[in-house]
T-cell receptor, first 116, second 111 residues
Framework: AQKVTQAQTEISVVEKEDVTLDCVYETRDTTYYLFWYKQPPSGELVFLIRRNSFDEQNEISGRYSWNFQKSTSSFNFTITASQVVDSAVYFC?????????????WGLGTSLAVNP | EPEVTQTPSHQVTQMGQEVILRCVPI?????FYWYRQILGQKVEFLVS????????KSEIFDDQFSVERPDGSNFTLKIRSTKLEDSAMYFC?????????FGPGTRLTVT
């Protein structure tokens, strides 16, 4: 069965530190998609990235970077030079290629507090 | 950029009352979803909807829940007789390919 594990429940850092949020997934499919979402205190889900299982290239977007490693079933997220505005809950999610009906399986989330 | 909208943003209701949460998905999307997030917990799948019928539903989606697309644009989630444990944030989503578009959520508080 599919599963997403975010082992870090809470992380607290001081501004400008780098922080890595871990995500480990389980799936029997060879084709799947991985996502990261940010949930700020206001509650909405903000899409950060989608990566398909055939694309293992790491991605960088500004201060954000993602490290996808199929060998370890991990899709980790690093924030470089963290800022107070990065404080939020971050969710990793998995979508399998179940025909046309896809659904997201979510991790429990990691609550990140960036302190000034 | 097109977006999914949800109304109301916050709904307070008494236990046993019926509530209807409304969503307007992105117009050319075909698959629609409701997810629920109890405060401080993970996001959970409730139901998916395609071609005017339910494609899949979770064990949470019992007989108290129903969905419909009454007019081709709105997508509603009805809870017939709310319980305290239905208090949560409810997110509507529509997808295009593998891109999930989430609405801002409706916070439901059952007292």
């Amino acid at each position: 069965a599919q599963k997403v594990t975010q082992a870090q429940t809470e992380i607290s850092v001081v501004e400008k530190e780098d922080v890595t949020l871990d995500c480990v997934y389980e799936t029997r499919d060879t084709t799947y998609y991985l996502f990261w979402y940010k949930q700020p205190p206001s509650g909405e889900l903000v899409f950060l990235i989608r990566r398909n299982s055939f694309d293992e290239q790491n991605e960088i977007s500004g201060r954000y970077s993602w490290n996808f490693q199929k060998s370890t079933s991990s899709f980790n997220f690093t924030i470089t030079a963290s800022q107070v505005v990065d404080s939020a809950v971050y969710f990793c999610a998995l979508s399998e290629n179940a025909g046309n009906n896809r659904k997201l399986i979510w991790g429990l989330g990691t609550s990140l507090a960036v302190n000034p | 950029e097109p977006e999914v909208t949800q109304t109301p943003s916050h709904q307070v209701t008494q236990m046993g009352q019926e509530v209807i949460l409304r969503c307007v998905p992105i117009s050319n999307h075909l698959y629609f979803y409701w997810y629920r997030q109890i405060l401080g917990q993970k996001v959970e799948f409730l139901v998916s909807f395609y071609n005017n019928e339910i494609s899949e539903k979770s064990e949470i989606f019992d007989d108290q829940f129903s969905v419909e697309r009454p007019d081709g644009s709105n997508f509603t989630l009805k809870i017939r007789s709310t319980k305290l444990e239905d208090s949560a944030m409810y997110f509507c989503a529509s997808i295009f390919g593998q891109a999930f578009y989430f609405g801002p959520g409706t916070r439901l508080t059952v007292t």
